[in-house]
Each structure stands twice: as C-alpha cells, then as structure tokens.
C-alpha cells in the first residue's frame, strides 16, 4: 500500500507570495493533520481535520489555511509568505478523529522562502 | 504547559551501547507518549508508544520507561547500531484535543 504521498517535495517561493502544499492520506485514513518542522525542531501542529471538517488548529497566523476534500486529500495555503515560513512541512494522516493515535507521516516537503 | 522538554540535543553511542533519551512534561493532562524517529529527507516514523497506565513497554531493542510521579519518560536502544543513528523526538498528546507536541529531538550517531 502507497504510504501517506506528499507534493511537491521541494519548492522555491519568494516573500510575499502564496504557496499550496498538497497531501493524499494512507487509503481508508479519513483524518489528516498538518505540522511545521523547522529546522532543528520538533514538527509543529498546524491543522487537524477529519471527515472534510476541521477539529484542530495551531497557534499560526490567519495566513494558514487549510481543507479536506471528499476523497479525503488536503491542502495547506499559506498567504504573503514569510522568511520564517521556510520548513518542512509535514502531513499525517489517521484512520479517524482521534488524530493523535496511529500517526503515520509522508516525507514531507520542504519550502524555502527568498 | 504546552512544552515537552527533551535531553540530550545530540549523542554519540558505540556500536552494543545503550542509548538514552529523556523527555519531560508539564502538563498531567497528557494521556499518550510516543517515541518518533527521523531520518534525514524522510517524516517521522512511529517507534513505541506508551500511555501513563503502564511504567515501561518494551518492542525489541526500544524499551520507554515512564515515571508519572515525576513526569518524566526516556527511551533506551539497547545493543545500539550505526543503522539506528537518525533524530528521535519525544512527543506527548491529551486525547481531548487532536494534536502532538513535540519535544526538540535528539541527534543520536551511533559509531561502529
């Protein structure tokens, strides 16, 4: 079975501009979660949702945003890009709501911000 | 209260040595505490996990144990091996909210 599949697995952004990361869970995983790994740290949680809805969000700017589609796929924006964005950004997904239990993680992809 | 405390930043182990890592955390509402390891380009990957009902889980050479008097758990590899070096984070999750919180990692080099 594919794992949880991530794209694009690098990309170059400048300030100010917008950016869309985009996940496909782990087949019948129907929660997904979002985390910012900069570098030297632990990941930090950025959305969680489940079922299309959203169930949990970080201490991030309104500039994140984030949705689920029917197939369960998700998307992260990110408005006015920042220096400080540049990350790895992590997606996790889950079979169900308790996001937290049975994690599994894609590789991510890494933004840097010019 | 939100912040989970992890020690050492970095260590070297010789190859059959035991490694140990330690984490610690505030907030007694944490319910679940797993261990993540990270190789470079790659997400963190799921190692052992334990919840504070129980002192110690082994899984192979991986072995948490779990002091919740003291709010303190650690991970221990025993019979280290250089395929073992990579970032391990702590973590730790209360079951009413839907996120980990990741303790800062720990460069672990295991030399031959």
């Known amino acids: 079975d594919a794992g949880v599949t991530q794209s694009p697995t690098h990309l170059i952004k400048t300030r100010g501009q917008h950016v869309t990361l985009r996940c496909s869970p782990i087949s019948g995983h129907k929660s997904v979660s979002w985390y910012q790994q900069v570098l030297g740290q632990g990941p930090q949680f950025i959305f969680q949702?489940?079922?299309?809805?959203?169930?949990g969000r970080g201490n991030f700017p309104d500039r994140f945003s984030a949705r689920q589609f029917p197939n369960y796929s998700s998307e992260l924006n990110v408005n006015a890009l920042l220096l400080g964005d540049s990350a790895l950004y992590l997606c996790a997904s889950s079979k169900n709501g308790q996001g937290h239990y049975g994690y599994t993680f894609g590789s991510g992809t890494r933004l840097t911000v010019v | 209260q939100q912040q989970v405390k992890q020690s050492p930043q970095s260590l070297i182990v010789q190859k059959g040595g035991i490694s140990i890592i330690n984490c610690a955390y505030e907030?007694?509402?944490?319910?679940?505490f797993p261990w993540y390891q990270q190789f470079p380009g790659k997400g963190p990957a799921l190692l052992i996990a334990i919840r504070p009902d129980v002192s110690e889980k082994k899984e192979g050479r991986f072995t948490i144990s779990f002091n919740k008097s003291a709010k303190q758990f650690s991970l221990h590899i025993m019979d280290s091996q250089p395929g073992d070096s990579a970032t391990y984070f702590c973590a730790a999750a209360e079951g009413a909210t839907n996120k980990l919180i990741f303790g800062t990692g720990t460069l672990l080099a295991v030399q031959p």
């Open positions: 907030n007694t509402a944490f319910d679940y």
């Open positions: 949702y489940y079922e299309k809805e959203e169930r």
